[in-house]
């Protein structure tokens, strides 16, 4: 589901019912950020989890010109600790750290959420686990990492379009790719590896063998919806566009366009549910039965 597509919808209907054109990609994107917000937030309330297709890529730091080593006050004076810092837009804060899935670049290994006072403790003393599990801390818009200095980061953001890109190589259950280009999971899982299958989840990343193939594994499902696995090279990761996969589930966007077209535009349900019975094949995403 991609951003162009919730914008046609609402667009379509809008002419189908009020011959509408004036009304700008602009502010429907905002109107968007602002319900899909709201509606996360409900969603949380209720059910007490996250949705796979809320997260987006916002940065690999290895081609993250914001990250940088960063120093903390040790004994009085400043040190440079083994570890990254960069700058991320505003995400949808929740629990626990839940809002991210962080992971290393190189090994797929899971990074922490921890406060971010208690992760500066644990760095002056120099605290044992530090040695066995990396961690991170966000605090305002600025994500600090240890020991981890390269790292995928996905979050649920605020703005989708701060995110990065997540235009696919190839959405095929299987395909070979280029030895030695390093490639990023962005939904779904697979396995991969000349030397012993290996199983990466979304937003981990991993570097090409000499002509091996990927494939999925056992689907992954968000309710009730199946994810597809798909890869793509991580220098390919570029700005959030018209084209870009939108974070947000279907049901999710269904909701929020209704919502959009009734409280923003002062369309009727019932409009919307006749157009829809007339010529739902005219639409993207909305169904007869929305």
Do not use: C
Not at 12 to 33: E, F, R, Y
Not at 115 to 128: G, P, T, V, W
Not at 146 to 173: H, K
């Amino acid at each position: 589901m991609k951003l162009e597509d919730l914008i046609y919808d609402i667009k379509h209907m809008l002419m189908a019912l009020s011959n509408t054109t004036t009304v700008l990609d602009g502010d429907i994107i905002d109107k968007l950020a602002y319900y899909r917000m709201a509606y996360i937030s409900q969603y949380w309330i209720k059910n007490q989890r996250v949705l796979e297709e809320w997260f987006q890529n916002v940065t690999t730091t290895r081609f993250d010109p914001w990250a940088t080593p960063y120093s903390i006050m040790v004994a009085d004076h400043l040190q440079v600790v083994t570890g990254v810092k960069t700058v991320i837009p505003k995400v949808i804060t929740m629990p626990n750290g839940i809002h991210f899935r962080i992971t290393e670049s190189e090994s797929g290994k899971k990074v922490y959420p921890i406060n971010y006072d208690s992760l500066l403790m644990m760095i002056e003393l120099e605290d044992a686990r530090l040695s066995r599990f990396p961690y991170f801390a966000h605090k305002g818009n600025i994500l600090f990492s240890y020991p981890s200095t390269s790292l995928n980061v996905n979050a649920i953001l605020q703005e989708p379009t701060n995110g990065v890109s997540d235009s696919v190589l190839t959405t095929a259950t299987h395909g070979t790719l280029v030895a030695g280009t390093l490639y990023t999971v962005v939904s779904g899982a697979i396995t991969y590896g000349l030397a012993g299958w290996r199983r990466y989840n979304a937003g981990e990343t991993f570097l090409a063998d000499e002509g091996s193939d990927w494939t999925d594994v056992l689907p992954v499902i968000s309710d009730g919806h199946t994810i597809p696995a798909a890869v793509l090279t991580s220098t390919q990761l570029g700005a959030f566009d018209y084209f870009s996969e939108y974070p947000l589930d279907v049901a999710g966007a269904q909701e929020i366009i209704l919502e959009i077209l009734t409280k923003d535009y002062a369309i009727r349900s019932k409009a919307v549910s006749d157009v829809l019975e007339d010529g739902v094949d005219q639409f993207k995403i909305l169904t007869s039965r929305t």
